[in-house]
């Protein structure tokens, strides 16, 4: 069943539980995705990179078609529109939802710009994620983990001002590996969730975060979490295993990748208690 982002993150911000977002690169990906979501009777959200493959359009239309035929929720989103190119794409290509990342912009670009793609957006039924303070890069996490974090205050009124369905926060994650460890602002999300009560929130950054932050996140007001580099990793990891017997059957590399990527995916699924949360 093919959805809305804001479908989705509204029902788990009713339900209590957090939804996972994993990033997909190619079709294999994609289906792997949509056969976890469907084992564990889970909404899925798929985030696409606009510069990730080739042909973006096609993509996206291969995962509308899965998503269609799906027995569960599925939402197809831009991650990280930088621009407006990236918008236009974006809408273009069939998302039924969009990231407008303005976040690196002084707080009032950031409104001026984030407001514009809503009004567009909005009048196609199309929900739209906005990043307020901005989530920077594991492997300078010294600085990048304690600066430019969501101002709560700012927080509620980025959303009265924009009207965004969802508000990606900067609380201590970052993208990426993480080159110390990662220290999250559970105090400064917990006045984000008081002022933004009705404004689902996303966790960008949560690979290599940590179970117990991720778990704590979601059960303290977070209701979409990013992951990318670790579910790759673990596709990596049991690839270099299977690789490693000189008689590989060469057809089963893919599936292998898959296998680990897949396995990590659903151990998120279950940890954010998405499972058996699809309606």
């Given at each position: 069943m093919?959805v809305?982002?804001?479908?989705?993150?509204?029902?788990?911000?009713?339900?209590?539980?957090?939804?996972?977002?994993?990033?997909?690169?190619?079709?294999?990906?994609?289906?792997?995705?949509?056969?976890?979501?469907?084992?564990?009777?889970?909404p899925?959200?798929?985030?696409i990179?606009?510069?990730?493959?080739?042909?973006?359009?096609?993509?996206?239309?291969?995962?509308r078609?899965?998503?269609?035929?799906?027995t569960?929720?599925?939402?197809?989103?831009?991650?990280?529109?930088?621009?407006?190119h990236?918008?236009?794409?974006?809408?273009?290509?069939?998302?039924?939802?969009?990231?407008?990342?303005?976040?690196?912009?002084?707080?009032e670009?950031?409104?001026?710009?984030t407001?514009?793609?809503?009004?567009?957006?909005?009048?196609?039924?199309?929900?739209?994620?906005?990043?307020?303070?901005?989530?920077?890069q594991?492997?300078?996490?010294?600085?990048?983990?304690?600066?430019?974090?969501?101002?709560?205050?700012?927080?509620?009124?980025?959303?009265?001002?924009?009207?965004?369905?969802?508000?990606?926060?900067?609380?201590?994650?970052?993208?990426?590996?993480?080159?110390?460890?990662?220290?999250?602002?559970?105090?400064?999300?917990?006045?984000?969730?008081e002022?933004?009560?009705?404004?689902?929130?996303?966790?960008?950054?949560?690979?290599?975060?940590?179970?117990?932050?991720?778990?704590?996140?979601v059960?303290?007001?977070i209701?979409?979490?990013?992951?990318?580099?670790?579910?790759?990793?673990?596709?990596?990891?049991?690839?270099?295993?299977?690789?490693?017997?000189?008689?590989?059957?060469?057809?089963?590399?893919?599936?292998?990748?898959?296998?680990?990527?897949?396995?990590?995916?659903?151990?998120?699924?279950?940890?954010?208690?998405?499972?058996?949360?699809?309606?």
């Amino acid at each position: 069943m093919l959805v809305t982002m804001k479908a989705i993150l509204l029902h788990a911000k009713e339900n209590n539980y957090g939804v996972t977002a994993p990033n997909i690169q190619n079709e294999d990906m994609a289906r792997a995705v949509v056969r976890v979501a469907e084992k564990c009777n889970a909404p899925m959200i798929i985030d696409i990179n606009s510069w990730v493959h080739p042909d973006i359009p096609w993509l996206v239309n291969f995962c509308r078609d899965l998503a269609i035929r799906s027995t569960v929720p599925i939402a197809i989103n831009l991650d990280h529109g930088k621009n407006y190119h990236d918008m236009i794409l974006g809408i273009r290509s069939g998302f039924t939802s969009i990231m407008v990342d303005r976040s690196s912009l002084p707080y009032e670009e950031n409104v001026a710009q984030t407001k514009e793609v809503v009004k567009m957006c909005h009048e196609l039924n199309i929900s739209v994620e906005a990043e307020l303070g901005h989530v920077g890069q594991g492997e300078q996490y010294d600085t990048d983990g304690i600066s430019n974090l969501t101002v709560p205050e700012e927080a509620s009124q980025f959303i009265k001002e924009t009207g965004v369905d969802c508000l990606a926060v900067a609380i201590g994650t970052a993208h990426g590996r993480y080159s110390g460890v990662p220290h999250i602002d559970f105090d400064r999300l917990a006045k984000i969730v008081e002022l933004c009560p009705d404004t689902p929130l996303v966790l960008h950054g949560g690979s290599g975060t940590g179970d117990a932050n991720l778990k704590k996140a979601v059960h303290s007001g977070i209701q979409k979490v990013n992951l990318a580099t670790e579910l790759v990793v673990a596709g990596r990891d049991t690839l270099a295993k299977f690789i490693q017997n000189p008689k590989f059957d060469k057809w089963e590399l893919m599936p292998s990748f898959i296998k680990g990527y897949s396995d990590k995916l659903e151990h998120y699924v279950r940890l954010f208690d998405q499972a058996d949360k699809a309606w």
